[in-house]
């Protein structure tokens, strides 16, 4: 098989197996046929008893079936019954498809084909589930399950798939037409174009081959040559910058870089490749006052070249105060020479070599009791500092009073310049940190903050021990600061765990046992915590649900009866958490069929769903939820748009276990386009000047920058077409603000929900489709725009202060105006 379908098939293979881990949520799963890496072995990544038939018989798992009599069985040990079965192109029928779900679906490649299927599942019990929506990878799936035969609601079933098809036919139909007449068009165009440029290039050529052109060639090139003259030209150019800069701004550049070239003599890697000379020279001449700062540095056969710009950061750096601590396990003489020379010309550089190496936390600890500055940094041995590094660390500690400090980051391959990867991180946020340790480099902290938190590095977690150390640390912190510039440079090499931390899987399982112990010193109880399966670096937390509340569903609805329809039925149809209500909030309907929706809902549903009725005029989101909140019996609200549908069975356990938490108040989720791209995943305060939907339109299989689209954390808003809160919360804040009738009522309840002191939370493991604005239509009408406009001016007016200090929970370094983590850097002061 060829290589690049080989490929295609693992990563289909890969999403095919998230895909129905989240929408199935199956306990155990036979997997029948397949293509060279199974199924099942995936799915076993997701933490799903998965069966395959490629664990048995690799070379001809068809074959083993195709024998018939009683090698047809599945062998011994194997479950008798599954939650789901999944069949792959042609496999042969095995005996243990009666009784469960099957989803029978096709491999890019394989040529296998679906329609065997259908008679084969009928004579066991097993009809089409028309009502399962295909989506993303599993689009051309189909969902099989035991039920008695309805010969007229599979003839109906089929007849919808019928319609679905002609539409697609006669859209794709359109679409070709509509594409022949653009591609006509562009054909004239560009031939409308050619004649042009044939017609320009004629008098050109008239041009240049007149008498005139050619008798003014000797002016022309003079006044050519004249022109890079005075752009090259030194004394002109010097003569430029005086007349730009005067006579003074000269003598200040001038006397700048003698201060420079006498205070930052670095010999491999100079400071001005980092920063501008003035900015260098104006921090060194303006100290904080700050303390002694310890930079501790693990030596291990560090390569003399990484090791000589390693000391050039150190001693180019702007702030003075500091102390740099080395210490070598390693069996290169070269290294200590390398050091010892250094440290005779600066004192402030202290070498330890170590009898025995102790690991990496056994040699750090041996750093510690090197140091005595009231403050430790942690320095990678092949990593470099930007030489303001220390300098706002130390400002921080003198203005903020803190205790703990990082700083952005970047990595960077061979040259210091060749960077790769920008990490730009929010303040400190718990469940952004409970995720992954994006806190890094460059952290600074107290050296009493160290004692509290119980001393210095556990080689328990060796590959993970700063993350265990960062989680001990932040827990007893009283001041956490985030600078938000790039100040360490992270080296990139085959061998630094920047390259690939998958490839140093200790690393991640001492991530997990850093997490456990975490939450056994906080008191906090979970069910599990877990690496996310093909996001090293990245974990899941489950959280024991010790407050399993009942949880009432508001939906706004008017008319739209079949989306309402698709939106409850999947609520029911899929929903595993056992205590719900469902709450329709009736707003004007018009239509005769949306009644007898709500009572065809009513009679399947009479102990768990009810119809109120808003008296009220006109569309007022806030209003329609503030009045269906009186009559929720449920401890958690759940706001949901009408048009909205159910992917992930298990969506309300994944809100509430944030909801129930004290500290939490707004929990969202991932909501997804029909298309299967990002609608919703978080709200970035502050962007596209009020607030935007961060990651919109990216594919749903996309990581998201530095991975959020797949970890829990922390958000300044969510969208209340899907958010989960406490009910007594809600009513702390006085629920939504009816002023807001339609737009930013939920950011503006975000906002008083954070000011109140709780933290708003965004999951990627609960998600719905979101069909969205249908209800209300878009706001075209000049009495809608006038609306919208005087909310916009409103918000804008309430909530002056919080725009203008910024949205903590991104990056002030990402650009306001996109909603794709677009980078607009800002200068350093």
């Not at 940094?377 to 130390?394: E, G, K, Q, T």
Request: proline share 4%; with cysteine; hydrophobic share 35%.
């Amino acid at each position: 098989m060829d290589e690049t379908i080989k490929k295609e098939q693992q990563i289909w293979l890969r999403q095919a197996a998230r895909q129905i881990s989240a929408e199935f949520a199956p306990r155990t799963v036979l997997v029948l046929g397949g293509a060279e890496g199974t199924l099942a072995a995936e799915l076993r990544e997701l933490h799903v008893e998965a069966y395959g038939l490629m664990d048995i018989a690799p070379e001809k798992p068809v074959e083993y079936l195709a024998r018939g009599g009683e090698d047809a069985v599945l062998p011994a040990g194997w479950p008798e019954e599954y939650d789901l079965v999944v069949v792959q192109g042609a496999a042969a029928e095995p005996q243990q498809l009666a009784g469960s779900r099957v989803l029978a679906l096709s491999v890019p490649g394989d040529d296998g084909t679906l329609a065997g299927w259908a008679k084969m599942l009928a004579e066991q019990g097993c009809y089409r589930d028309f009502d399962w929506r295909r989506r993303g990878c599993l689009s051309d799936a189909a969902l099989f399950r035991p039920a008695q035969p309805d010969e007229m609601a599979l003839v109906g079933g089929y007849e919808r798939q019928m319609d679905s098809l002609r539409r697609r036919l006669a859209q794709a139909e359109q679409s070709c037409r509509e594409y022949q007449k653009l591609t006509e068009h562009q054909r004239n165009q560009i031939s409308a174009a050619h004649e042009h440029e044939r017609q320009l290039e004629e008098t050109l050529g008239a041009v240049t081959g007149s008498s005139c052109w050619k008798l003014t060639w000797p002016l022309r090139y003079l006044l050519s040559k004249s022109k890079q003259l005075i752009h090259n030209f030194p004394p002109l150019v010097f003569l430029g910058f005086v007349r730009r800069e005067g006579v003074a701004g000269v003598r200040q550049r001038m006397e700048d870089q003698r201060y420079y070239n006498q205070r930052f003599p670095g010999q491999t890697l100079k400071a001005s490749r980092l920063a501008p000379v003035d900015l260098l020279v104006r921090q060194a001449k303006n100290q904080p006052a700050g303390p002694c700062i310890s930079i501790v540095v693990p030596l291990y056969n560090t390569p003399l070249n990484f090791l000589e710009e390693l000391l050039d950061s150190v001693q180019n750096q702007t702030y003075e105060n500091w102390e740099l601590c080395l210490v070598d396990a390693g069996q290169d003489a070269a290294v200590g020479q390398a050091v010892a020379r250094r440290a005779a010309q600066n004192q402030r550089i202290r070498y330890q070599k170590l009898e025995k190496n102790e690991g990496i936390a056994g040699n750090t600890n041996q750093g510690f009791a090197l140091a005595k500055g009231e403050y430790i940094a942690l320095l990678d041995h092949d990593d470099i500092l930007h030489p303001s590094a220390l300098w706002y660390v130390a400002q921080a500690i003198v203005q903020q009073g803190a205790d703990f400090i990082y700083t952005d980051e970047v990595t960077f391959e061979g040259k210091v310049e060749n960077t790769t990867l920008y990490h730009f991180k929010p303040d400190y946020m718990i469940d952004n940190f409970r995720s992954n340790n994006y806190i890094c480099h460059l952290s600074v902290f107290k050296r009493s903050l160290l004692e509290k938190a119980g001393g210095g590095e556990r080689s328990e977690y060796n590959g993970s021990q700063d993350y265990d150390l960062y989680l001990r640390l932040t827990e007893q912190a009283e001041k956490i600061v985030h600078i938000p510039h790039v100040l360490y440079y992270w080296r990139s090499s085959p061998t630094s765990v920047a390259s690939d931390i998958s490839a140093k899987l200790y690393c991640l399982e001492a991530a997990v046992k850093a997490l456990y112990a975490h939450y056994e010193r906080q008191g906090i109880a979970v069910d599990r915590v877990s690496m996310i399966p093909h996001a090293p670096g990245f974990y899941k937390t489950d959280y024991t649900i010790e407050k399993p509340g009942k949880v009432s569903i508001l939906i706004p609805t008017c008319d739209h009866s079949r989306d309402l329809m698709t939106c409850v039925r999947s609520i029911y149809e899929k929903t595993t958490y056992p205590d719900f209500e469902v709450i329709l909030i009736e707003n004007n309907s018009k239509e005769e069929r949306t009644f007898r929706c709500y009572e065809q809902l009513k009679q399947e549903h009479p102990d768990t769903l009810k119809v109120v009725t808003w008296e009220g005029k006109g569309f007022n989101y806030s209003a329609l939820n503030n009045f269906g909140a009186k009559y929720a019996e449920g401890e958690y609200l759940l706001l949901l748009n009408n048009d909205t549908e159910v992917i992930t069975p298990a969506w309300l356990e994944e809100m509430v276990m944030y909801a129930q938490q004290k500290r939490v108040g707004c929990v969202g989720v991932k909501l997804l386009y029909p298309d299967d791209t990002i609608q919703h995943a978080g709200l970035g305060f502050g962007f596209l000047t009020l607030a935007g939907h961060m990651h919109r339109n990216f594919p749903v299989a996309h990581p998201g920058y530095m991975g959020r689209l797949m970890y829990a954390h922390d958000v300044y808003g969510v969208t209340a077409a899907c958010l989960m809160i406490r009910k007594e919360v809600y009513e702390e804040v006085g629920g939504l603000d009816e002023s807001f009738a339609v737009a930013f009522n939920d950011v503006d309840f975000c906002v008083r929900v954070r000011e109140a002191g709780y933290q708003n939370i965004f999951t990627p493991f609960a998600e719905l489709y979101h069909y969205e604005s249908k209800s209300r239509g878009t706001d075209e009408s000049p009495e809608k725009r006038q609306r919208f406009i005087s909310e916009v001016t409103r918000f804008q007016t309430r909530w002056k202060a919080q725009l203008a200090a910024g949205d903590p929970c991104m990056n002030p370094n990402f650009d306001l105006d996109k909603e794709d983590f677009s980078f607009k850097i800002r200068p350093m002061e």
